[in-house]
């Protein structure tokens, strides 16, 4: 139960940091959201987003720019007041975090529309768990839609509210996606999936 808690706990802290840095990286960094107006939005539509697995080789890029050693820790998304239709249609950017023993530093890289940008680093002492790119074969659209028929579905009509972060890391040399969705106080769900398999995890 404590470990539980614990997991609740990382994983709505990494909904909010996902959030926040999505609204830095969107907003063109620190002191893009001021220093003069907002410019108005283009006529033009907006460039379709990239599932993950595409977003991947654009977020390689930005990182390797950054550091020729840096190497995946992890991805991440979420949504606010989640529904099956806005899972399934995208999130509004993707997070990934990459690590460079270099530079002894965990740095964020953001993938929207527009491409890839780099994010805030920070130091990691500890060298974290990396993330091995061949064993990503169950796909985000496919953990979302493992994570609704596995009561997420019944869960997000139940809770209009509720919040959903998608996280893939490393557990053990073994890539996991896992599904939150929580609504404020209330009990979550949590569905963890292997990534190379597809098998459910406790």
Known sequence: MKTRRILI?????????????????????PGGGSGGPVPPPMASPAAPLPTAEEALGPAKEAARRWQPDA????????????????????????????YSSIAGEIRFVGVGPDGASLGRSFPAPNPPETLPEEKWRFAAAD????????????????HPSAAVNLRLGAEEG??????????EDKEPI???IDANTGERLP
């Open 9 to 29: 706990v990382l994983l709505v802290i990494t909904l909010a940091v996902t959030a926040l840095l999505a609204i830095w990286a969107w907003t063109g960094g």
């Open 71 to 98: 190497q995946l820790v992890g991805v991440s998304a979420s949504w606010s007041r989640a529904r099956r239709e806005n899972l399934l249609a995208g999130p509004g950017g993707w997070s990934f975090l990459f």
């Open 143 to 158: 953990a979302l839609l493992f994570f609704l028929a596995s009561g997420g579905e019944r869960y997000l009509r139940n």
């Open 174 to 183: 073994r890539a996991v996606w896992t599904v939150l969705a929580i609504e």
């Open 190 to 192: 949590i569905v963890r």
